[in-house]
């Protein structure tokens, strides 16, 4: 029978849920077990898809076209599993639910309630789509004490009972803050937040220490008395240098090993952290460094690029190379010239964004790339910039543009108003929702033969993840090909342009889809490790 641990978090939110969970998923993998991991969401958003990048950070995309939360990504890229639309709730899509069926009289008359209808939903969602794995660890959003976590925190209370401890876990992370007038950590806010967590009617079985400090057997001993907990499943969490070495870190001080002792399984064979041992010491003994500039508009927050960020990462560990991020505003390339912030980077990247701000700035990076040589990489709404700078600058189309931000003399970009996924067709409009009406998820792409896309990844059919409404228009490809551009990956039945290149230019790429989705520490992403290798040949050009 599968096993569900339950991750909750106290005292602060940002406390890294998320990667304790995904490193407790790679490290139970490391010792052969099957593991699944999923996310409850306590928003009432439906999902993030319409919330802002700097208020909630990226938008994590499945292959099977959900819009999840960031925190999915940690999950693939520590396990490579991918995530699906079932691993993923929050409290909107629950209501949704709720409230579709009391509608239709599925409730029989009966008064709709939090308990035992919403908490129900809850329970139906954590166990649906469970496919005999040993561990689904289940990670609950926001932190103990928020009203919006207590239907969350009703129905994980209600499975841990009605699964038996032999079942059922939970595992609080919290916070032992450094005190650096009295010279110590502080462990009241940690006894707080358990106390918190006791009064909805949970005890923790583990207790995930964070702390910037090294934490003391007499603090472990003193939290485990006043928590309720035994000393050995007090596991301090301190920071790392790179978040790869998270699973070494834990497994050192002994979480795999208390998880199994839980359950009551043999953790005698230890596990092989090979893989991330030697990622970390990539990590820490670069050959040498790259100065990647990332021009976008949502650079102020860190998490709103997070995949991205990890997937260059992921590129420089492939080249073992340090990756140093130059984070640029894109606005800035809108009131200055681009060169005084560019000449002495070794690569260009736009990534993904929606909207006319700071789109001038993209485009004004992406001519600088092309003019001097510097390797650009072009992602999502970074691909279409770089079509309407070549349409502008090439194709003589001055006033080419994207009907995005209103309509254009030359739409070189596009509304998507149809396409097909599978056997159906969808469609959309200009007055359609703006949530879940993207072309999301998994599309394949047909690469042309001897292309640079197709020497990068070795195949003439791939299939990467989609998030956007607009296109570059088909109709213009015969007159941009004529000036330089090669439309090197297209839609199997030849209709959506996917890749642009230029076969000139030492590396100069644009797609229409988020490779950063894809990439694994373990398994970098062939198009980051293609890119950053430019790099690295760019450096020694400078």
């Given at each position: 029978?599968?096993?569900?641990?339950?991750?909750?978090?106290?005292?602060?939110?940002?406390?890294?849920?998320?990667?304790?969970?995904?490193?407790?998923?790679?490290?139970?993998?490391?010792?052969?077990?099957?593991?699944?991991?999923?996310?409850?969401?306590?928003?009432?958003?439906?999902?993030?898809?319409?919330?802002?990048?700097?208020?909630?950070?990226?938008?994590?995309?499945?292959?099977?076209?959900a819009?999840?939360?960031?925190?999915?990504?940690?999950?693939?890229?520590?396990?490579?599993?991918?995530?699906?639309?079932?691993?993923?709730?929050?409290?909107?899509?629950?209501?949704?639910?709720?409230?579709?069926?009391?509608?239709?009289?599925?409730?029989?008359?009966?008064?709709?309630?939090?308990?035992?209808?919403?908490?129900?939903?809850?329970?139906?969602?954590?166990?649906?789509?469970?496919?005999?794995?040993?561990?689904?660890?289940?990670?609950?959003?926001?932190?103990?004490g928020?009203?919006?976590?207590?239907?969350?925190?009703?129905?994980?209370?209600?499975?841990?009972?009605?699964?038996?401890?032999?079942?059922?876990?939970?595992?609080?992370?919290?916070?032992?803050?450094?005190?650096?007038?009295?010279?110590?950590?502080?462990?009241?806010?940690?006894?707080?937040?358990v106390?918190?967590?006791?009064?909805?009617?949970?005890?923790?079985?583990?207790?995930?220490?964070?702390?910037?400090?090294?934490?003391?057997?007499?603090?472990?001993?003193?939290?485990?008395?006043?928590?309720?907990?035994?000393?050995?499943?007090?596991?301090?969490?301190?920071?790392?240098d790179?978040?790869?070495?998270?699973?070494?870190?834990?497994?050192?001080?002994?979480?795999?090993t208390?998880?199994?002792?839980?359950f009551?399984?043999?953790?005698?064979?230890?596990?092989?952290?090979?893989?991330?041992?030697?990622?970390?010491?990539?990590?820490?003994?670069?050959?040498?460094?790259?100065?990647?500039?990332?021009?976008?508009?949502?650079?102020?927050?860190?998490?709103?690029?997070?995949?991205l960020?990890?997937?260059?990462?992921?590129?420089?560990?492939?080249?073992n190379?340090?990756?140093?991020?130059?984070?640029?505003?894109?606005?800035?390339?809108?009131?200055?010239?681009?060169?005084?912030?560019?000449?002495?980077?070794?690569?260009?990247l736009?990534?993904?964004?929606?909207?006319?701000?700071?789109?001038?700035?993209?485009?004004?990076?992406?001519?600088?790339?092309?003019?001097?040589?510097?390797?650009?990489?072009?992602?999502?709404?970074g691909?279409?910039?770089?079509?309407?700078?070549?349409?502008r600058?090439?194709?003589d189309?001055?006033?080419?543009?994207?009907?995005?931000?209103?309509?254009c003399?030359?739409?070189?970009?596009?509304?998507?108003?149809?396409?097909?996924?599978?056997?159906?067709?969808?469609?959309?409009?200009?007055?359609?929702?703006?949530?879940?009406?993207?072309?999301?998820g998994?599309?394949?792409?047909?690469?042309?033969?001897?292309?640079?896309?197709?020497?990068?990844?070795?195949?003439?059919?791939?299939s990467?993840?989609?998030?956007?409404?607009?296109?570059?228009?088909?109709?213009?490809?015969?007159?941009?090909?004529?000036?330089?551009?090669?439309?090197?990956?297209?839609?199997?039945?030849?209709?959506?342009?996917?890749?642009?290149?230029?076969?000139?230019?030492?590396?100069?790429?644009?797609?229409?889809?988020?490779?950063?989705?894809?990439?694994?520490?373990?398994?970098?992403?062939?198009?980051?490790?293609?890119?950053?290798?430019?790099?690295v040949?760019?450096?020694?050009?400078?």
């Amino acid at each position: 029978m599968t096993r569900f641990i339950f991750v909750t978090g106290g005292v602060v939110s940002s406390l890294g849920k998320g990667l304790a969970s995904a490193a407790l998923g790679a490290l139970l993998q490391a010792r052969g077990y099957s593991v699944r991991l999923r996310k409850l969401d306590p928003y009432l958003n439906v999902d993030p898809g319409t919330m802002s990048p700097l208020q909630h950070g990226e938008v994590f995309v499945t292959d099977d076209g959900a819009e999840t939360d960031l925190d999915l990504g940690h999950y693939e890229r520590f396990t490579g599993i991918p995530a699906k639309r079932s691993d993923n709730v929050t409290t909107g899509k629950i209501y949704s639910t709720v409230i579709e069926r009391e509608r239709r009289g599925d409730y029989l008359g009966a008064t709709v309630q939090v308990i035992p209808h919403v908490t129900d939903a809850i329970k139906e969602f954590v166990r649906a789509d469970v496919s005999g794995e040993d561990f689904i660890i289940c990670e609950i959003g926001g932190t103990v004490g928020d009203i919006e976590s207590l239907p969350f925190l009703e129905a994980i209370r209600q499975l841990g009972n009605e699964m038996g401890r032999e079942h059922a876990m939970f595992i609080h992370v919290t916070l032992l803050p450094y005190v650096s007038a009295a010279g110590e950590l502080k462990t009241k806010p940690t006894q707080h937040s358990v106390k918190e967590l006791l009064s909805v009617g949970i005890q923790p079985d583990m207790l995930l220490c964070r702390s910037e400090m090294p934490i003391s057997n007499d603090d472990r001993r003193k939290i485990a008395l006043f928590c309720n907990v035994r000393q050995e499943a007090v596991i301090p969490a301190l920071n790392v240098d790179t978040i790869y070495a998270v699973p070494i870190e834990y497994h050192n001080q002994g979480l795999d090993t208390q998880v199994l002792r839980h359950f009551g399984l043999p953790s005698t064979m230890e596990p092989d952290l090979t893989v991330w041992e030697t990622i970390a010491g990539h990590f820490r003994q670069p050959e040498g460094e790259v100065k990647i500039a990332i021009v976008g508009k949502y650079t102020s927050v860190f998490d709103a690029y997070k995949s991205l960020a990890e997937a260059l990462t992921h590129g420089g560990i492939a080249n073992n190379v340090k990756i140093n991020l130059q984070w640029m505003d894109a606005e800035i390339f809108e009131r200055e010239d681009a060169v005084h912030f560019l000449e002495d980077v070794h690569g260009i990247l736009v990534p993904g964004g929606f909207g006319e701000r700071g789109s001038e700035g993209k485009i004004a990076a992406a001519k600088f790339a092309r003019e001097r040589n510097v390797p650009y990489f072009g992602i999502c709404f970074g691909m279409q910039m770089a079509v309407i700078e070549a349409a502008r600058s090439l194709a003589d189309l001055p006033q080419a543009g994207s009907t995005e931000f209103g309509p254009c003399d030359e739409a070189v970009v596009g509304l998507l108003t149809e396409w097909t996924r599978g056997n159906q067709v969808e469609r959309r409009s200009s007055s359609s929702n703006l949530g879940g009406t993207m072309r999301l998820g998994a599309y394949d792409c047909a690469v042309a033969p001897g292309s640079k896309l197709n020497e990068i990844y070795g195949k003439t059919l791939i299939s990467e993840r989609h998030r956007h409404r607009y296109e570059v228009n088909i109709h213009y490809k015969d007159r941009l090909e004529r000036v330089g551009l090669r439309f090197s990956g297209m839609s199997p039945d030849g209709e959506l342009p996917e890749v642009v290149e230029i076969p000139t230019h030492p590396w100069f790429v644009g797609v229409q889809f988020h490779p950063e989705l894809k990439s694994k520490p373990f398994e970098p992403h062939p198009l980051f490790t293609s890119f950053i290798k430019a790099a690295v040949t760019q450096s020694r050009l400078v």
